[in-house]
């Protein structure tokens, strides 16, 4: 099964909360999660990434948490500002193999 | 991170020509590129994994005679939509893999009127 599943579709939060956006897979032999952010009109661009070796995974302002025996993974933005507005995806890959791209979460964060 | 450069960011064609999208990958080799393509407020569609130097590999249901892959270099590869038709208009990203990476261009943006 190569599904990954996201949620929520979308999310509203206020500026300096902290949105959560979840993630789950079936494959097991996933061993590359990462999290992209795309601007409309704009390609997706890579946040942050995990690998199963590890729980959490933290560059500034964005956090990974990992849950490998519940085979789920969540992404957690610190100090959310109005410029983190954007549709955020989450991907699982094994070796070089293509990614496998959740459904995506519009989020919206107000001042 | 790696730079992954798209052309053109727009186009708008009329139906029954061809586009060309061009997919460079500025600062580093890519052996594997993958093609995209994006309806509004939905996730990416893989089309097809493009080889340097071999045949692309397609997903199913997407026509490799209307897709045409090329990727004659480890820096560039080429999707053309051949014979266009309106309903071909959509946003198209390229990616290319660095390590386990992947990198974006910044998408195609194809209307064919």
């Known amino acids: 099964q190569q599904q990954v599943k996201q949620s929520p579709q979308s999310l509203i939060v206020q500026k300096g909360g902290i949105p959560i956006i979840n993630c789950a897979y079936e494959?097991?032999?996933?061993?590359?999660f990462p999290w992209y952010q795309q601007f409309p009109g704009k390609g997706p661009a890579l946040l942050i990434a995990?690998?199963?070796?590890?729980s959490e995974k933290k560059e500034g302002r964005f956090t990974i948490s990992f849950n490998k025996s519940a085979k789920q993974f969540s992404l957690h933005i610190m100090d959310s500002q109005p410029g983190d507005s954007a549709t955020y995806f989450c991907?699982?890959?094994?070796?070089?193999?293509?990614?496998?791209f959740g459904t995506g979460t519009r989020l919206t964060i107000i001042p | 991170g790696a730079v992954v450069s798209q052309h053109p960011s727009w186009v708008i064609c009329k139906s029954g020509t061809s586009v060309k999208i061009e997919c460079r990958s500025l600062?580093?080799?890519?052996?594997?590129m993958f093609w995209y393509r994006q309806f509004p407020k939905q996730s990416l569609m893989l089309m097809a994994t493009?080889?340097?130097?071999?045949?692309?590999?397609?997903e199913q249901g997407v026509e490799k005679d209307k897709f045409l892959i090329n990727h004659a270099s480890l820096t560039l590869s080429t999707l053309t939509v051949t014979s266009a038709h309106p309903e071909d208009s959509s946003f198209y990203i390229c990616?290319?893999?660095?390590?386990?990476?992947?990198?974006f261009g910044q998408g195609t943006r194809l209307t064919v009127v």
């Open positions: 991907a699982a890959r094994f070796g070089n193999e293509k990614l496998t």
């Open positions: 494959n097991t032999a996933f061993d590359y």
């Open positions: 995990i690998r199963p070796d590890v």
């Open positions: 600062d580093f080799q890519a052996t594997t």
């Open positions: 493009s080889n340097e130097g071999s045949k692309a590999t397609y």
């Open positions: 990616s290319g893999s660095l390590n386990t990476e992947a990198f």
